[in-house]
């Protein structure tokens, strides 16, 4: 059984804490495999995990901020890595294609966490569904403030960087989609990320003719 007090005698109180938390939050993955957080008890993950119900409270205060949390997981580290490839100066093509390899990278090492997103976008509680939506639009955000730094889009108006933000991370959340429902097919997920780059590019030679409306 997993509780709060196993595990080494040297570690510390704050460690047996996060170990417990991370157990928790790991649990919810799995029993998530198959349906949504919604069907999901707070009673079914302390059993997962092997402590008593009481001590999830300890961690969490409901099953819906559990599901903050890894909404949370899911975006933070994605975001900062995309951030640090559109630092510097790098080419649109150089720009498209870290994008969509970081992308595929990401996905592979927490296709969990992206499964999660997946199902919990459309089917997950209220609460979850706009943190979800919230990332996503933070994603935007800080590409459509990353494009205006680029050659070509100094005349754009906000709301066409808006725009062209909004094509680019929908196109890249319906690969992620993509990659999931493809995994352990190599060959299948190879060919969505070059159609991925191919999209992405097509996008970015339609959008540097573009000219803001005056």
């Known amino acids: ?85 559109r630092r510097g100066d790098p080419s649109y093509a150089d720009v498209v294609d870290r994008s969509v390899d970081t992308l595929h990278q990401h996905v592979d090492q927490q296709r969990a966490h992206f499964q999660f997103i997946a199902r919990e976008r459309a089917a997950g509680p209220l609460s979850v569904r706009e943190a979800i939506r919230h990332e996503i639009e933070l994603c935007e955000r800080e590409l459509a403030t990353d494009l205006a730094r680029l050659p070509g889009t100094d005349a754009w108006s906000a709301e066409d960087l808006r725009v062209l933000s909004n094509l680019i991370v929908t196109a890249m959340v319906a690969t992620a989609e993509q990659l999931i429902v493809a995994a352990g097919r190599p060959g299948t997920e190879k060919q969505i990320a070059e159609n991925a780059r191919t999209q992405l590019r097509m996008v970015l030679v339609g959008a540097l003719n573009w000219r803001s409306r005056t």
């Open 1 to 85: 059984m997993f509780t709060d007090y196993d595990g080494p005698v040297t570690e510390t109180r704050g460690e047996r804490k996060e170990r417990t938390r991370r157990a928790i939050l790991d649990a919810a993955l799995r029993l998530c495999e198959d349906s949504s957080l919604v069907a999901l008890s707070l009673r079914q993950v302390a059993k997962e995990v092997g402590i008593v119900p009481t001590a999830f409270y300890r961690h969490f205060d409901s099953i819906e901020s559990l599901g903050l949390a890894l909404v949370d997981e899911s975006f933070v580290s994605l975001r900062a890595m995309l951030r640090d490839i």
